[in-house]
């Protein structure tokens, strides 16, 4: 029995690698962390998407804008192409680091993803015109 969750264990890390180097995933989130304030749990599907040389991001966004367009804009939904994107391996603490960055006319935005090889992730976004935000929740896995 312990062999074969093993096995899973490491089937899991080797799909979670390909979709990485892939440059093609997405990550289901389910909790958001507004800078100051208390957790919000997300009832609604949002994700955010690598797909080859763009970010499409359906993200909420709860916290302080210091610069918005009139009406709130569009905040965290948008698609963009990536304008940084660097992948670094952590066998230590078993999982994936990425940067990416995107600009949109309404901000810029950068993310710091953790994607552990169980699935489990973390999105943490800085932005120049609103306060840093973060998000936990899964990468999308294929079925095997």
Avoid: C
């Amino acid at each position: 029995m312990a062999q074969n969750a093993s096995n899973k264990k490491k089937q899991k890390e080797v799909a979670i690698k390909e979709l990485i180097k892939s440059g093609n995933y997405k990550i289901e989130v389910s909790i958001a962390y507004p800078r100051g304030g208390k957790s919000v749990p997300l009832t609604s599907s949002y994700d955010l998407e690598i797909r080859n040389d763009s970010v499409i991001s359906h993200l909420p966004f709860y916290g302080r804008a210091y610069s918005i367009p009139y009406g709130g804009g569009d905040g965290l939904n948008f698609k963009a192409p990536l304008d940084e994107y660097e992948v670094e391996y952590n066998p230590k603490k078993e999982k994936y680091e990425v940067k990416l960055g995107a600009r949109t006319n309404e901000d810029t935005f950068r993310f710091n993803l953790e994607i552990f090889f169980n699935g489990s992730s973390r999105i943490d976004v800085t932005m120049q015109n609103r306060e840093s935000i973060s998000y936990s929740g899964e990468i999308e896995l294929l079925p095997l």
